[in-house]
């Protein structure tokens, strides 16, 4: 049975790794996919590929750079003139630098793609989504999902180590998510936390030495090496697992403000997330930043 018949559903970050097999697994599924990614002829061939290997012809691709807030609302301008409702939001797009810079809108660029862009694109894609009958926004953390926020470094302004700043972001869109799901209560749209778990994919791949802790430093070679043994093609297909399941399956319908492991088990919400003085400024912060989005 094809349980996603008849469902649109946007994955951003497609055009490989996790988000990609997520899609194709939806496709499979019978869902109408829209991949997102930033370049043009890699996301066309993602969308052919994916129309190919899940005998389903509504795969499209739409190219968006989601560091910058300008293609964020082109991103969602083209999906509400590409459709009138939109069934599934699965905001998987992230990234992780070895140092600190600045978009062109002045945001961190970590901060911009993992926090800012889901912030605002669910926001943007409200009016298509409410359109569903019971419309789902999973949103993809990442990282090692633990840790403090630091709420005098959100865009690391004081510090910045690559990976360990790409940890604290992620921990921020849980906090972001956490509160949106409490504000989209009553609205027919739940919003759920998906963690995919490890897995060797473009975006770790292309990491250098400089965006790891100092610790870790000497044997990034070593890890080069070891990394597609154990977390390659096999790990990228499980990771896909949490989201696959809160985008498509009947039991977690009416589930919102959760956060589900790599298994797609419901589990606590770490600690910092927990904090209200932290998430109210995470809040207050994307909404500062995208101005008259929210």
């Not at 009138?84 to 062109?104: C, F, K, M, S, Y």
């Amino acid at each position: 049975m094809r349980t996603m018949d008849g469902k649109t559903v946007l994955v951003t970050g497609s055009t490989g790794g996790i988000g990609k097999e997520s899609a194709r697994r939806l496709a499979s599924l019978g869902a109408r996919v829209i991949l997102v990614g930033r370049d043009k002829t890699r996301a066309e061939e993602a969308a052919k590929e994916l129309r190919r290997s899940s005998g389903h012809t509504k795969v499209d691709a739409i190219t968006a750079d989601l560091s910058r807030l300008r293609d964020v609302r082109g991103l969602a301008e083209q999906v509400t003139g590409l459709v009138d409702r939109l069934d599934v939001l699965i905001n998987n797009a992230g990234t992780a630098r070895p140092r600190r810079e600045l978009t062109e809108d002045g945001i961190e660029t970590a901060f911009a793609v993992n926090v800012v862009a889901p912030f605002s694109l669910t926001h943007r894609l409200l009016p298509a989504l409410k359109r569903s009958e019971a419309a789902r926004v999973i949103n993809i953390t990442g990282g090692i999902p633990r840790g403090r926020i630091d709420l005098d470094n959100l865009q690391g302004e004081k510090s910045y180590v690559g990976l360990s700043f790409y940890n604290q972001t992620k921990l921020a869109q849980m906090a972001m998510s956490h509160t949106f799901a409490k504000r989209l209560e009553g609205t027919g749209v739940t919003l759920n936390v998906a963690y995919p778990g490890h897995a060797y994919t473009s975006m770790n791949k292309g990491l250098t030495a400089d965006t790891y802790p100092p610790l870790a430093r000497p044997i990034v070679p070593l890890l080069r090496l070891v990394m597609p043994v154990l977390y390659g093609h096999r790990a990228v297909l499980k990771a896909t697992k949490s989201s696959v399941h809160l985008a498509s399956s009947p039991e977690v319908r009416d589930v919102t403000g959760a956060y589900f492991t790599s298994k797609a088990v419901r589990a606590p919400w770490p600690e910092a997330v927990l904090d209200e003085t932290t998430r109210g400024e995470i809040w207050d912060l994307c909404e500062k930043i995208c101005g008259d989005t929210a």
